[in-house]
């Protein structure tokens, strides 16, 4: 299920990116923004160029900005997805760099993020970070959930879900086509918990954040799906 789409538009990683600042929560280090006293609080789960793509950091200010407390975890232990290492093609890599292992690395943050007094937590996941967010969302670990151009997610995942969770997903994906998000969707509709689906249209896997600045229009699709989660996050952590 993975493959080239997961890999394109790579990012220039900077380790300074962002209004915020890189401490140690639960195991590992984490990106983090807005107040610590917050109530509510919004865990960003990357692909897999990790957690110092500038694109990634600026939502997380922009999520901060809203009121939440925020934090990106490198679930990628500071080994992100380096498409120009021949020594490590993306099957070899995802071996040692599973959404399994991120889901487990995510419990001991969200217990940390609950320590500092926050009573309610959400999680928006992308791409491969999708699948991290979506077993978050099954063991009810968080309260709402946002999935943008997901990877790794099955129809049986989605059978599981029963929290408020939206799915923002890309026209052209062969990881998660529109066919398979608006299977999705029926599911989700059938059940009682809130949910969001929409596919954007003319936009590829990883437009959220992984698009050119100096690019108009896909900084425009880009925004859109980012004011969506915000709306998501604003009527379901209370």
Same mark, same amino acid.
């Given at each position: 299920m993975s493959?080239?789409?997961c890999c394109s538009n790579p990012p220039i990683l900077n380790p300074n990116a962002g209004s915020g600042h890189v401490e140690k929560l639960g195991a590992l280090n984490a990106y983090i923004a807005g107040s610590p006293n917050s109530k509510s609080s919004v865990l960003l789960v990357s692909d897999v160029f990790g957690y110092e793509a500038? %694109?990634?950091?600026?939502?997380?200010?922009? +999520?901060? #900005?809203?009121? /939440?407390?925020? $934090?990106?975890?490198?679930?990628? %232990?500071? *080994?992100?997805?380096n498409p120009e290492n021949p020594d490590r093609p993306l099957p070899i890599w995802i071996k040692d760099h599973g959404t399994d292992k991120g889901f487990e690395?995510?419990?001991?943050?969200?217990?940390a993020i609950k320590s500092k007094g926050v009573s309610s937590v959400g999680a928006a996941g992308f791409c491969w970070?999708? &699948? +991290?967010?979506?077993?978050?969302? &099954?063991?009810?670990? =968080?309260?709402?959930? $946002?999935?943008? !151009?997901?990877? @790794? +997610?099955s129809v049986d995942d989605i059978k599981a879900v029963d929290i408020p969770y939206s799915i923002l997903g #890309? *026209?052209?994906?062969?990881?998660?086509?529109?066919?398979?998000?608006?299977? @999705? *969707?029926? =599911?989700?509709?059938?059940? @009682?918990?809130?949910? @969001?689906? &929409?596919?954007?249209? &003319?936009?590829? !896997?990883?437009?959220? $954040?992984? /698009?050119?600045p100096e690019d108009a229009e896909a900084v425009k699709a880009a925004e859109e799906a980012h004011q969506d989660l915000l709306d998501w996050f604003a009527k379901h952590l209370k």
């Open positions: 493959g080239p789409e500038p %694109n990634l950091r600026k939502l997380a200010d922009k +999520v901060a #900005a809203a009121g /939440y407390f925020v $934090v990106v975890p490198d679930f990628l %232990n500071g *080994e992100p997805y690395d995510a419990k001991p943050i969200i217990e970070g999708a &699948k +991290v967010v979506t077993e978050l969302a &099954k063991s009810r670990l =968080i309260q709402a959930a $946002v999935l943008l !151009h997901p990877s @790794f +997610v #890309a *026209e052209i994906d062969r990881l998660s086509p529109p066919e398979l998000v608006k299977q @999705f *969707e029926e =599911i989700l509709s059938a059940k @009682f918990a809130p949910s @969001f689906v &929409k596919i954007f249209p &003319k936009v590829s !896997h990883g437009w959220t $954040v992984r /698009y050119s």
